[in-house]
């Protein structure tokens, strides 16, 4: 079975950090882009980072550009989401996935709460 679990969320201050990682199990996932995904109460899940199979191209939405660092580690078929700068509107649950990407391979996510 295939799974992408992500973990390292929790309660923040404004202005903290958290780093998240997403560790995939059941394939390989070290050949596709991945990307983290963010789902605020009420409100559509959105895009927020992905980056290629080799690491070499990075992208990221706006409101996280600058305070947000996407890596991974193919190596343990892992991958990472530095946060920093952290504010109270990142607060949502984080998930990670493919990019662009799968319905299959949705997992719980991780939540992450900043108080402000």
């Not at 290629?52 to 991958?79: E, L, M, Q």
């Amino acid at each position: 079975q295939v799974r992408l679990v992500a973990s390292g969320g929790g309660l923040a201050q404004a202005g903290g950090s958290l780093r998240l990682s997403c560790a995939a199990s059941g394939r390989t996932f070290s050949t596709y882009t991945m990307g983290w995904f963010r789902q605020a109460p009420g409100k559509e899940r959105e895009f927020v980072a992905a980056i290629a199979w080799s690491g070499g191209f990075t992208d990221y939405a706006g409101s996280v550009k600058g305070r947000f660092i996407v890596s991974r580690d193919n190596a343990k078929n892992t991958v990472y989401l530095q946060m920093n700068s952290l504010k109270p509107e990142d607060t949502a649950v984080y998930y990670c996935n493919r990019h662009p990407p799968d319905p299959n391979y949705w997992g719980q996510g991780t939540q992450v709460t900043v108080s402000s």
